[in-house]
Structure formats: C-alpha cells, structure tokens
C-alpha cells in the first residue's frame, strides 16, 4: 500500500490504559537535498503543536545506528530511566553527555518535514533514503541499508522470544525452556 509516493505499513495505536500515544508501523522516505524528510502523519499525530500551532519534539541519537525522533514528554520519561543528576557515577555522566550533546528540540514545517541535522545525519550514516519505525514511544529513523541489515538479521528465533515475553516467561532459560 502506498501514501504520497511513500510504501508504508502499520497505523497509530490507540494509546494504552492510562498512558499516551503509541507509534508503530514503518514507511520509507526520501531525504531531500536539504536534507528533511516527511513525517508520515500518523506519527506527526503523536507529536504534541507548540503554542504557535508547529508540531515539535526531541530528536537525538538513538541506539543500534539510528536516530529517535520522541515528543517531548517521551524524552523526558526515557531521561527519567537514566540517572540525570549532575553528580551521578562517571559512567552516567558519560552517557548523559552522549545523550544531550546531540539532542535538539525540533518542529515540523507546514509540510510536515523534519530537517535532519548534519551531524545527526552522518551518526546514522542517512543518504538519501531512510526508514521510519514506530516504536512504542518514539519514531526511529534508520537509513534504508542500515534497516535493510538489521530486518535480515531477524530470524523465527526473535519471534519465539517474543512469545516467551508475552507469555510472562523470564527469558530463554525460563521453567519449561530448553536452552
């Protein structure tokens, strides 16, 4: 199925009990020479306007090779998983710097487009395609071949862990799984 040009899959979540909006599906995208890209918008959807009626969010590294695209309350949740005290172990603090040294705070033109920063832009290695994924809470941005290694890479194996999560199994070596 094709919207603008753009294959995608998947359609917004209903948020979950008591809690906010979730991304999910993909679409690939082309980055223009200036380097933004359209965001679909069922993601755009998740992204709180701004008092002057812009869509807006947090972009930043991501982990695996991509970037994540959250609204602002997303990135606040995810910081909060992090211990972001001024004085927290140097190996908190390491992460910290990694994490909001590249961090922006982004809106969306009134075309629905993102302009990728250029040292975001060659982290995760994007030319002149990429990929969006919903996840959960936040929209990755994966440079097509790197999305392209990562999905060959998954096997049924991924998918017997899968089940084994949701059936509220420990993991692998959980009672009644070989390893």
């Known amino acids: 199925m094709g919207q603008s040009g753009s294959g995608w899959t998947g359609d917004a ?8 909006f979730v991304f999910c599906g993909e679409s690939d995208h082309s980055v223009d020479s200036k380097k933004r890209v359209f965001v679909p918008k069922r993601f755009q959807q998740g992204l709180p306007m701004d008092a002057q009626g812009q869509r807006v969010g947090v972009l930043s590294r991501g982990l695996d090779g991509c970037l994540y695209l959250f609204p602002e309350d997303g990135f606040n949740r995810a910081l909060a998983r992090l211990n972001t005290e001024a004085y927290a172990p140097k190996e908190a603090r390491r992460l910290q710097r990694l994490i909001f040294s590249v961090s922006q705070r982004i809106h969306l033109d009134g075309s629905g487009r993102l302009l990728l920063p250029a040292k975001l832009v060659e982290m995760a290695a994007i030319d002149k395609e990429v990929v969006m ?12 071949p790197r999305w392209e290694a990562f999905s060959a890479e998954q096997g049924e194996e991924d998918f017997d862990e899968l089940e084994s999560l949701l059936a509220g199994d420990s993991g692998p070596n959980a009672p009644g799984r070989s390893a």
């Open 13 to 20: 979540a209903e948020p979950p009990a008591g809690g906010g």
């Open 133 to 144: 994924v919903g996840v959960m809470d936040r929209i990755e941005i994966w440079s097509k």
